[in-house]
């Protein structure tokens, strides 16, 4: 079975948020994505203290499509560095975990 991935990345706004979930999910590099509004994200960004609203992705996939889903999420992103952070799934329901694997497998193609 393919390893379950949790991974999390952030957008500026709702719109960037919304269309990187949707193309995400719908080239099968996740299975679901989550956004969270309402961020305040606190940084340093070229010497200077950052304070930012912020939408949250957490984004369920897998490691085999992690980098596939490493270079899409790099060019949809608005941001010059993108937040992209990958944390192993220990442990889960089988049945959930069984579906993150099987809506990243790449349709067949072909005849």
Request: proline fraction near 5%; include cysteine; charged fraction near 20%.
């Amino acid at each position: 079975m393919a390893t379950p991935l949790l991974c999390i990345s952030t957008c500026p706004d709702a719109t960037s948020a919304g269309h990187i979930a949707q193309t995400l999910v719908t080239e099968r590099l996740a299975a679901c994505v989550n956004r969270m509004p309402g961020v305040r994200s606190t940084y340093r960004w070229q010497g200077k203290l950052q304070d930012d609203a912020e939408v949250l992705l957490v984004i369920k996939t897998t490691r085999e499509r992690f980098a596939a889903l490493r270079t899409r999420l790099l060019e949809l992103s608005p941001y010059a560095t993108p937040e992209l952070i990958a944390l192993d799934i220990v442990e889960g329901s089988a049945a959930y975990l069984g579906w993150i694997a099987a809506e990243t497998t790449p349709e067949a193609t072909g005849a």
